[in-house]
């Protein structure tokens, strides 16, 4: 995994941000929120493996963890390899998406990975890029999806694919209960479908905050990191 982390101003937070980005992204998709006094924030994202900074997260006395699309997906794998870390959460916000990136019921069909895989090329990055950004609306991150490379992003999603083949999905995650306290489901959702991911939230005993207008960057809705666990 690829990382960016951001101190503080007076370099003496003691509370942490803790963000998982979603597939093809950069972290550009959260530059325009603005961070609460005290805290650092520390980006993840590219999920072509598992390898991460290590981080003194004993400095901190409180966590808050934002994941968007497959971001889930990466948070639960590394909040389960860092035990000492979850003591610390206090809140995480999943946003389009859910602990299952690719399953029929609960993620993004197999089907559509597939063909997503298949057709995953330069000439049409212009279509996933819009698909993803819900059109053109959002020049700033129809462009910093350019920033990763078509071969980078598709091996990204095929680590997820063949994950779905060989892990059981059990609904629901026993792994992730009790982990998550919000999550927000965009009712036009492209990307992912909104009944799947209603499907899944409601399995791990969370009730979805659904957004009528949300496509799947669910992320232009919110002003200040703080929204999204007030």
Not at 7 to 18: E, N, P
Not at 35 to 45: A, K, N, R, S, T
Request: with cysteine; charged share 25%; net charge negative.
């Amino acid at each position: 995994m690829q990382h960016k982390f951001i101190s503080a101003a007076d370099g003496s937070a003691h509370k942490l941000i803790l963000f998982f980005n979603g597939w093809a992204m950069t972290p550009v998709t959260v530059e325009h929120l603005s961070i609460p006094e005290g805290y650092d924030v520390l980006i993840f994202w590219d999920y072509r493996d598992d390898e991460a900074v290590e981080l003194d997260f004993m400095a901190y006395e409180e966590v808050r963890v934002v994941a968007w699309s497959m971001g889930v997906w990466a948070a639960d794998r590394y909040l389960q390899s860092h035990a000492d870390l979850r003591t610390k959460v206090y809140s995480a916000t999943a946003l389009a998406g859910t602990g299952y990136p690719v399953d029929d019921s609960v993620g993004i069909p197999r089907e559509h990975c597939l063909n997503t895989l298949s057709e995953l090329t330069e000439e049409n990055r212009p279509r996933f890029n819009r698909r993803t950004c819900g059109g053109k609306s959002l020049r700033h991150i129809f462009d910093a999806l350019a920033a990763r490379s078509t071969e980078e992003i598709r091996n990204e999603m095929l680590r997820a694919y063949e994950s779905s083949l060989h892990e059981a999905h059990p609904l629901p995650k026993l792994e992730a209960l009790g982990l998550w306290t919000r999550s927000y489901i965009g009712l036009r959702d492209r990307v992912l479908p909104p009944s799947n991911q209603e499907t899944y939230w409601r399995g791990q005993g969370l009730a979805p905050i659904l957004l009528p207008e949300g496509e799947h960057y669910l992320l232009r809705h919110f002003v200040a990191w703080s929204d999204l666990w007030h």
